[in-house]
């Protein structure tokens, strides 16, 4: 099997594409991907296939082209930007005589360097294995001939086997460690909402700011670089509101063009924030001239995660790169629906606070409650909530409370304390002026 030096190593980029030539910005983005990962690029070739080889995605006269310019470079790796079959993978690396890797590896790789955390750790090694669990026999070719036929079998099929058996027992080890991480992920979010604390996830294109903006609205110290992939490891911090309510900042993986099935099925755990969470700010690079290709992607990684239906604001960054004031654009309703701001600088922070304020301010229910006279402790919990208005005695020892609280607040009351729906009179319900919170 090929080694990887440390030194980092001279690659070529195939720029391979089942949709035809790549444009300019998915070579840009890809040529920045290798540059992250470590790679020094020495060379590329395009070649657009409509229809892939099955045994090389590239036709021979391309291969024999690429294989030219290989001895030509000195070059150690060629990545290619297409997904390639483990076949091909193989096929190629014997044409051209050194490591080859698709697209979807030069990501793994890129998250095995920037993962810090302890679940990033786990959540990337299980990517990595389930991605490596279908090219095991690369690593075995100098043994092929023991491998079929009558008194032919012997150390490959073996070592082979062994190898398979060896990363599936990983793999299920990785399995349970991240489904106790999710257990408690799962049990941290419930916690959060018997709180009744709001949570915002902050989902975007890698390298559109996220850590930035995170780090301006938390006061947090996430790590920060001007590169693909910068950051992770999943952080969760605490955000004052200008109305005085708090809610909890997630900040997500970013996401990229073609994300490979094994990171989306790894994260799971971490991605599920985007899920569940009440609102999602999506980050856009004002700046990027592809912005409205990169926030199709995004929202389309959105819909794999089941996250699409989360109400949403756009938050507009880098627009210091622009020269533009900050600014917030509101739908027919009124409410907030894009933000432009700059994190870096903090010019229209202060909007975005606004803005989630507004959009987290939930339906209203006013109405009466009648509570028996055993039950003292729903009532107390009532006057914490600060939902009760007035208060009137019964004859029977009970009370008549009239009350005003978020409708989700009360539907949570009542299931947590076991009432009675019938319990409670609602008289109207309303959202406060200023507010709309769409699904």
């Keep these: 099997m090929f080694e990887r030096p440390k030194s980092g190593e001279r690659a070529i980029l195939l720029h391979a594409s089942r949709r035809g030539a790549p444009d300019l910005a998915e070579r840009e983005e890809f040529a920045e991907l290798a540059r992250s990962a470590g790679a020094s690029l020495v060379g590329a070739l395009v070649s657009p296939r409509k229809k892939p080889d099955p ?88 043994l092929e001939r023991q491998k079929g036929g009558i008194g032919l079998r012997g150390p490959g099929e073996t070592q082979l086997e062994t190898d398979r058996r060896l990363l599936a027992d990983r793999i299920r080890q990785l399995n349970m460690r991240l489904e106790q991480v999710d257990n408690r992920r799962s049990m941290n979010r419930r916690n959060r909402v018997n709180a009744e604390i709001p949570t ?29 992939f910068a950051t992770l490891d999943p952080t969760v911090r605490r955000v004052d509101l200008p109305d005085g309510a708090s809610v909890i900042l997630a ?63 756009r938050v507009y960054n880098k627009i210091d790169k622009l020269s533009r004031k900050p600014r917030v654009n509101t739908n027919r309703a009124g409410a907030g629906r894009a933000v432009w701001l700059s994190a870096i600088s903090g010019a229209g922070i202060p909007l975005l606070k606004e803005t989630i304020a507004n959009r987290l301010r939930r339906e209203m229910v006013h109405g009466m409650m009648r509570l028996r006279p055993d039950q003292g402790r729903q009532r107390a919990r009532l006057f914490e909530l600060s939902a009760v208005e007035q208060e009137t005695g019964l004859e029977d020892g009970g009370w008549l409370l009239e009350l005003t609280m978020p409708e989700r607040d009360l539907q949570r009351f009542l299931k947590r304390e076991s009432l009675a729906a019938e319990q409670f009179e609602p008289a109207r319900r309303f959202r406060p002026q200023g507010s709309v919170l769409q699904r």
């Excluded at 193989?90 to 095995?112: S, W």
């Excluded at 850590?211 to 996430?222: G, H, K, P």
């Excluded at 999506?282 to 990684?301: E, M, T």
Aim: glycine letters at 6%.
């Design 251 to 313: 900040d997500t993986v970013g996401f990229v063009r073609d994300l490979p099935h094994e990171l989306v099925a790894a994260f799971r755990s971490t991605l599920q924030e985007a899920r569940e969470a009440d609102l999602i700010l999506h980050l856009i690079d004002a700046s990027d001239p592809q912005r409205w290709q990169r926030v199709r992607q995004v929202n389309a990684v959105l819909k794999q995660l089941g996250a699409d239906q989360v109400p949403q604001v």
């Design 200 to 228: 915002v996830a902050l989902v975007g294109y890698t390298n559109a700011g996220k850590s930035t903006l995170f780090n301006a609205l938390t006061d947090a110290d996430v790590y920060v670089q001007d590169q693909l």
């Design 55 to 142: 045994r090389l995605f590239i036709g021979k006269g391309k291969a024999a082209e690429l294989a030219r310019l290989v001895a030509a470079t000195n070059a150690e790796l060629v990545i290619c930007g297409a997904p390639l079959s483990p076949s091909q993978e193989r096929n190629l690396e014997r044409e051209l005589k050194c490591r080859v890797l698709d697209r979807g590896g030069l990501i793994l790789d890129i998250f095995a360097q920037r993962a810090r955390s302890f679940e990033g750790k786990l959540q990337v090694e299980l990517a990595q294995l389930e991605h490596l669990s279908t090219r095991l026999v690369r690593g075995w070719t100098h």
